[in-house]
Every structure is written in C-alpha cells, then in structure tokens.
C-alpha cells in the first residue's frame, strides 16, 4: 500500500467521522457514532425496551393475576366501597346512641350499643381491607362516606331509647337485604372469594339485627 493511499485512506476516514458528528448534535448524540465517553451507554431503542420492560413489571404487580379481570375487579370494589360507607353510617350512628341513649335502661342499652360500634368497628376495617386485597383504593374521608352511604343519618334529633332501637334494626336491616345483592353480583363477577366474605357479613348483621329486635320485644323499652 502507498503512502498516498494510506493517507487517502486516513483523510477518508476523519470525513467520515466528522460528517457523523454533524449528523448527530454532541447534545444528543446516539452511541453507536463515535464511542465517547459522554454518549449514552445503551442505544434508545435498548433502553427504551428495558423501561418497557420495568413498567410491564410495575404494572404486573398493581395488577394482580388472580383470574379475575380488570373490570371484573373494578364492579367489586365499587360494591366493597358503597357497604364500606354504608358500614361507616351506622358504626357512626350506634356511637351516637351510645352517647345520647336515656331512660331507666340506659346502662344497658350504653353497655349494648357500645358492643355493636365495636363489632362494626371490625367490620368496617375488613371491608375497607377487603377493597384494598382487590388492589383498589377503599374509600377513607367523611365526605366519601356520606356522599356514597344509601343509609340516611338524622343530625340534630334525640330519638328516645326505642326509637333508637327501631333505627338500628331497620339499618342493620337495610344493609342484609343490600348484601344479598352485593353477594350474587360478586358471584356473577367471578369473586367467589368476595362472594364468601359478604355472606359472613350478611350473617354479623343478622345476628346484630336479632339483638335489637329482641330489645324491641320488651315491653319496657
Ligand atoms: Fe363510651
């Protein structure tokens, strides 16, 4: 080889170098250009397909592939919200009763009520933790609850001790018949699991229903 073609050769190539760092700006420059240490390490179309990959993974793990569907998950966090708000009215509304009940039975009906607020208490964090097992948010502020509960509450009235009695049971009430409802929609949304959890409930609030109306069959209340 000729001096004349080896520097030929070497001219050719510095062109070649310089029309490639024309082509690609030093602020944005590919990597496969010139190999500088202040390029990027990995080709975009590399790089792009790892972060693919890591939202793939991110987003696998807020989905949880325990064969129910997007949407089928969705309809059952939304009923899982509506009793939580209901559950919330009338944790509120027992506590209530246990501060204001009057009248010759008021240790009793005080000692009662403050066993249901707190059987409700319970209740009312497994709904809300139900949501959550769902991977949906559960609802969690005042103004979620009474916008969403079905059951009315009565601000500013002082019901006598039976009154307060007949209100609980007709709740309580209430919220059976709703979770019959609740339950055969969780079982047409495939969650057998929800399904379960919402006929355990179902047989709290009878039971609770029960207390209360045996209450009622006294004729001193
Ligand atoms: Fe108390």
């Not at 700006?25 to 250009?33: L, R």
């Not at 975009?44 to 129910?68: Q, V, Y």
């Not at 319970?122 to 949501?131: N, T």
């Amino acid at each position: 080889m000729s001096a004349t073609t080896v520097r030929d050769q070497s001219l050719s190539e510095e062109m070649i170098d310089a029309t490639l760092a024309d082509s690609f700006p030093a602020s944005d420059p590919p990597s496969w250009t010139l190999g500088r240490d202040s390029y990027p390490e990995k080709e975009p179309a590399t790089a792009m397909i790892e972060t693919a990959k890591a939202n793939s993974k991110e987003a696998s793990i807020m989905n949880p592939n325990i064969g129910l569907s997007e949407e089928e998950r969705v309809a059952v966090v939304k009923i899982l919200n509506a009793l939580l708000a209901d559950e919330y009215v009338l944790y509120t509304k027992t506590r209530n009763y246990h501060w204001n009940v009057l009248g010759p039975q008021f240790n009793d009906l005080h000692k009662f009520f403050e066993e249901q607020y707190t059987e409700l208490n319970v209740v009312v964090d497994d709904v809300a933790e139900r949501a959550r097992s769902l991977c949906g948010w559960s609802f969690g502020t005042l103004s979620e609850f009474s916008q969403h509960a079905r059951l009315k509450e009565h601000p500013g009235q002082h019901p006598n001790a039976r009154e307060m009695i007949a209100n609980l049971l007709a709740d309580h009430e209430t919220i059976v018949r709703q979770l019959r409802k609740d339950l055969e929609a969780a079982e047409k949304h495939h969650d057998m699991g929800t399904n379960d959890f919402l006929t355990g409930l179902m047989e709290k609030h009878e039971k609770m229903a029960w207390m209360l109306r045996a209450f009622l069959q006294a004729e001193s209340v």
